[in-house]
């Protein structure tokens, strides 16, 4: 079993739609949750962290955790052709520690 | 404010050869971790410097190695490359002690090995 999961995809979603992006973790030690956006043949940029239990709103993302069931969920409303790219997932133990990253999930938001 | 710099962008290298890959961190930052992007796979961790000592380091063989220097710049170094070895490098830097650090990605570096 991977540490951090995510659905390869692709996933589409038309333009001005909501894309809900899920990850799923296996090391209940883990403290810190990322997502990070990929575009092809760049590094990763951070979209969203997150720490504790719940919903946290930053403009049209929103991450939410449910540590019970260890899962790590990323909405993107209003879905725009630029965010067409790579979500990355990533878990961390501790402040400081190293990232384990899914493999991504590739998100295609069609005009 | 400079953000996290990676050079060289791009790299040929052969089988059996050497490569040193070099980060600045971004302003402020002291702490530098590396990881390797396979294609189409998420980032792998390889190793992570503070104070210039390898504070942690994942699952890759004794040919990766590193060096932090005073300046909380870093290198990477692979030895007797393999074919298996050709990924993005990514070089990522945070500021430790604080309550949730965040680490910041540099462009990467490229390598081919061919």
């Known amino acids: 079993q991977k540490e951090v999961e995510q659905n390869s995809g692709p996933l589409s979603v038309p333009e001005g739609a909501i894309a809900s992006l899920n990850c799923t973790y296996s090391d209940r030690g883990s403290q810190s949750f990322f997502w990070y956006r990929q575009y092809s043949g760049k590094s990763p940029e951070l979209i969203m962290s997150i720490y504790s239990n719940g919903d946290k709103e930053d403009g049209r993302f929103t991450a939410q955790l449910n540590k019970a069931s260890q899962y790590v969920s990323l909405l993107i409303r209003d879905s725009q052709p630029s965010d067409s790219a790579t979500y990355l997932c990533?878990?961390?133990?501790?402040?400081?520690?190293?990232?384990?990253f899914g493999t991504g999930t590739r998100l295609a938001v069609r005009p | 404010d400079a953000g996290v710099t990676q050079s060289p962008t791009h790299l040929i290298k052969t089988r059996g050869q050497q490569v040193t890959l070099r980060c600045s961190p971004k302003?402020?930052?002291?702490?530098v971790s590396w990881y390797q992007q396979a294609l189409g796979q998420g980032p792998q961790f390889i190793f992570q410097?503070?104070?210039?000592?390898?504070?942690q380091r994942g699952n890759f063989p004794d040919r990766f190695s590193g060096h932090q220097f005073p300046n909380y710049s870093s290198e990477l170094n692979v030895n007797a490359l393999l074919l298996g070895d050709s990924a993005l490098y990514l070089c990522?830097?945070?500021?430790?002690?604080?309550?949730?650090?965040?680490?910041?990605f540099g462009a990467g570096t490229r390598l081919s090995v061919l």
């Open positions: 990533a878990s961390a133990k501790s402040s400081g520690d190293k990232l384990t």
């Open positions: 410097y503070y104070e210039e000592e390898e504070r």
């Open positions: 990522a830097s945070s500021l430790e002690n604080r309550d949730y650090d965040i680490q910041y």
């Open positions: 302003s402020g930052h002291d702490t």
